[in-house]
């Protein structure tokens, strides 16, 4: 699939072997268990992660024949997956995490996100953040998203939170003739008078949004949600300013809809796919073993859309429904002494 095999491979460890593995384990995800497993050496699977290198690219070229690449949304986010008990590991560093609202010490995981025009959705292009490479969020997700439109994807609309929301960023989503919805931190400023600055959460935005002037950006149109009491701002910025008094809010709850499912795929490679459950040290390894999951994540969503199971949810649960069936029914005779026997109550 990736690599150009000129020869018979020997390798004992493959990419579909530790895909499968890391499916279907319920917990440990090391090299020596799945050597264990397979009965190969476990130095065999090591070898297997320090010697692949795959990209971004390899992730696109396994999904673009899954999408429909043209007028999609495109949605970029990162994860961070925890590694509290790490040392001397490649890539981990202090993270701010969502899921537990202060800097954790984890993996930066940072991924483009597709979403197609028939609602398929998949990930395109990620990257592990580096800290010795000397860039932050914002360049990575820049090199991304030219990487991704250059393999061929030409969606209508990227997506993002606040912290990619900087206008750099925006500007170069611009400049290549796309639609945006970011958010915005609540002390952006915008103006609705030439001249005059006020901060976004301070602005009375009706709910069909309001058309303003972003500050060093130019045109657009914010929208106000409100998410467990706390008001939440979104800017839209539209290839041809004349359309935005038009852009209403059935389409930004559907742009927003499109964009939420890179939340969830977060969440389905942190449950399903033992993301996080990884170790090895290397910069090399990590990165290999977080494109396996990736790609388990994929060949669950084809599983799903083929109607082979309901959701990739449930696909470890029912793997094991018969084992714990059968043990369930071996151990219950050789416990039979623990069942109770009533009898009937005697007064004293």
């Known amino acids: 699939m990736i690599r150009i095999i000129t020869r018979p491979s020997t390798a004992n460890c493959t990419l579909a072997m530790y895909i499968g ?13 799945l050597g264990e497993v397979m009965n190969i050496s476990h130095d065999s699977v090591n070898r297997f992660l320090e010697r692949e290198h795959y990209t971004g690219q390899d992730l696109f070229n396994e999904v673009k024949g899954l999408l429909n690449l043209v007028g999609g949304t495109l949605s970029v986010d990162d994860s961070v997956l925890d590694k509290p008990y790490s040392r001397y590991m490649d890539c981990v560093g202090y993270y701010w995490s969502g899921k537990h609202h202060r800097s954790v010490k984890g993996v930066n995981l940072i991924t483009l996100y597709y979403t197609d025009i028939q609602g398929r959705h998949l990930p395109v292009n990620f ?20 990487e991704t439109l250059s393999w061929g994807i030409k969606p209508a609309f990227v997506t993002g939170d606040s912290w990619y929301s900087c206008v750099n960023n925006l500007k170069l989503v611009r400049h290549h003739q796309m639609g945006l919805l970011f958010a915005l931190e609540s002390n952006r400023l915008v103006s609705v008078e030439k001249g005059v600055w006020i901060q976004v959460q301070k602005l009375t935005i009706p709910e069909e949004g309001s058309v303003v002037w972003l500050k060093a950006f130019g045109k657009v149109k914010v929208f106000r949600t409100w998410l467990k009491n706390q008001a939440r ?81 449930g696909l470890q649960r029912e793997l094991f429904d018969g084992v714990i069936a059968e043990f369930v029914k071996f151990i219950m005779p050789k416990m039979a002494h623990l069942n109770s026997e009533f009898t009937r109550p005697v007064n004293a």
């Open 21 to 33: 593995f890391l499916l279907s384990t319920p917990k440990q995800a090391s090299c020596r268990r």
């Open 127 to 146: 990257r592990v953040y580096d800290k010795t490479e000397g860039k932050t969020k914002n360049d990575y997700f820049q090199d991304m998203l030219v």
């Open 233 to 313: 701002h979104y800017v839209v910025a539209l290839p041809d300013e004349n359309k935005l008094d038009s852009f209403g809010l059935a389409q930004f709850t559907e742009l927003h809809d499109n964009h939420w499912q890179i939340e969830q795929y977060h969440r389905a490679i942190k449950q399903v796919c033992n993301i996080e459950r990884f170790q090895v040290r290397s910069k090399t390894a990590i990165t290999n073993h977080l494109f396996a999951a990736i790609c388990g994540y994929v060949q669950l969503q084809k599983l799903s859309t083929m109607s082979v199971i309901n959701n990739c949810y």
